[in-house]
């Protein structure tokens, strides 16, 4: 997707050596400002001038925040997270789709590395309404998609049904909390891969695969994206939630249950929990498990869940 | 809350002088490091020792991430933002309650202001397992509570919602959401840009003896607020639930608004939704979660007349 630019290319240039036969072919084009190797205390900042096929004609600066190194600056620009978030904004629902509004400027302020792959992007980006010049509120925490499972096992003994959740120490809000499990869907297999998915699979025994769920986000209006949307003021996290239902037998569950009063083992950091699904709403404050019961329930109230 | 204190005081002689008759009455105490003004590409960074009341053989370091001016490391740490972050982790329910866990360091990456107050907070904490060593994952974004609002209007024996609709950056679009804002510490007024243009669009006043507590239905093992993204931000919200009634003609004039033109900068709308088709046409996970806890608490009888 990126091409080898030449620092001092004009635009028209680039679009004739470049074939842009489709706006959708190239997301940006790349125009990078020799950097400075000077070692003085004020070197000037690290920048990246950006063209969206949306708005040829103004282009988009780029700038490093003190403190981000070259490489992080560069992979961070480089990084799914942040294209996809181009994406947004220029789809046919996206801020900027129909000219009303031009994005100016974005500040890289952090980059959180998990290894090799990045795991956090933080950024400000100046958008502003052409008509009265105003700035909305840019503000950007990016950790990208992700999808969590409600999970209902019906136990055949006597027909109750219980939900299959993950538990552990969430350092932001300094506390234990149950949640969906949540992960990401491996993009070839469709199975659901992750740390918390690990955990669900090796206690439960079942193996979770797109073809045996439900996605309940797709029961939204088209219009809303089909996608749910935990803090869309500050972050840009969409999850997929979809639903699984299973048949286990009563000591599944009483080993499940029998887990939880047993000692903790040794560094085991995400536990499984199971929980009577008619009381799921009120023994959690996790927005996942929030938003799956309210669209299991309607699915279910509107006779729109497959048999 | 914060005492003046030498670099130089150890502990004990502190307890002593500060005269410790709760470990609540002092959250913490600070030990400023002297930090060098020299000029050269590389100073030391700016770090800032505090001990906590549970931990108090292991003081936690706190240190600004290169790029965060002293103004802002002390705008950081001193501001309520990261005071609550702390009381979370000490409190009854709070991670390091059992003494299982360790916090040892904090990581203040990044601060921004809204004018004169702290907008947003980014810090990273080293918090340890005891046991066995293990770090659990500690990069918060931090903004603080917020309240959110189902409005629920009767008109005509059809009931509507109000809602929110603006651009959000962080996902790219527009997004039909709750009112949220906050609550007006000493009125219970709901206060906020959301809140005016719904008081002013609506012409109803939104305060908190009108509005019946939602995540109050929740188990009190949860902490009775809601955390959107519990895995990255510290963000906890009280849901309400707000019912009134109106006449058909303030539903029509705010379905009218909404088909005219774009007022100049009106950068929030409102608009009405008939409740029975809420559930599909918005992502927004404070309007999904409302809606569960608002249908629940009635199936169970659960809310007021």
Redesign the interface.
């Known amino acids: 997707m990126t091409h080898v630019l030449q620092a001092s290319m004009p635009l028209h240039t680039l679009s004739k050596r470049l074939s842009l036969s489709s706006t959708l072919t190239l997301i940006h084009t790349h125009r990078w400002r020799p950097l400075s190797c000077q ?1 003085s ?1 004020e070197s000037s900042p690290l920048t990246h001038s950006i063209t969206l096929p949306i708005q040829l004609a103004e282009p988009v600066q780029i700038v490093a ?4 190194s070259e490489s992080e600056f560069r992979t961070a620009i480089n990084s799914s997270l942040f294209k996809q ?1 181009l994406r ?2 220029q ?1 046919e ?3 900027l789709a129909d000219n009303a ?1 031009s994005l100016k400027r974005v500040l890289i ?2 980059v ?1 590395m998990f290894g090799e792959r990045i ?2 992007l ?1 950024f ?2 100046d ?1 502003f ?1 052409k ?2 010049g ?1 700035k ?8 990208g998609p992700a999808v969590a499972i409600l999970i209902l096992l019906e136990s055949e003994s006597d027909g109750e049904t219980y939900a299959v959740l993950t538990e552990q ?9 149950l ?1 969906l499990p ?1 992960g990401m869907l491996d993009d070839d297999k469709g199975d659901f891969v992750g740390t918390a998915a690990q955990e669900v699979e090796e206690e439960t025994g079942i193996h979770l695969n797109l073809e045996d769920m439900v996605d309940l ?1 797709a ?3 088209p ?16 999850i997929s939630l979809f639903l699984y239902r299973g048949h286990v037998d009563k000591e599944t569950i009483m080993q499940l249950q029998g887990k939880e009063t047993g000692l903790r083992d ?2 085991e ?1 995400i536990k499984v929990r199971v929980i009577p699904y008619k009381n799921l ?7 996942k498990v ?2 799956a ?3 299991y ?2 699915a279910k109230r509107e006779g729109l869940l497959p048999q």
């Open positions: 070692m205390a925040a003190p403190g981000i978030w947004n904004l789809s629902t996206g801020i509004m302020q952090g959180d795991g956090f933080k400000k980006a958008i309404d008509e009265t105003k909305v509120p840019g503000i950007v925490f990016a950790r120490v969430r350092v932001p809000i300094g506390r234990l909390i949640e949540a986000t029961f939204l209006d219009s809303t994206g089909c996608r749910a949307f935990p803090s869309p003021g500050g972050c840009d996290e969409e040794h560094g950091l709403w009120r023994m959690t404050a996790d927005s929030l938003m019961i309210t669209l329930e309607m």
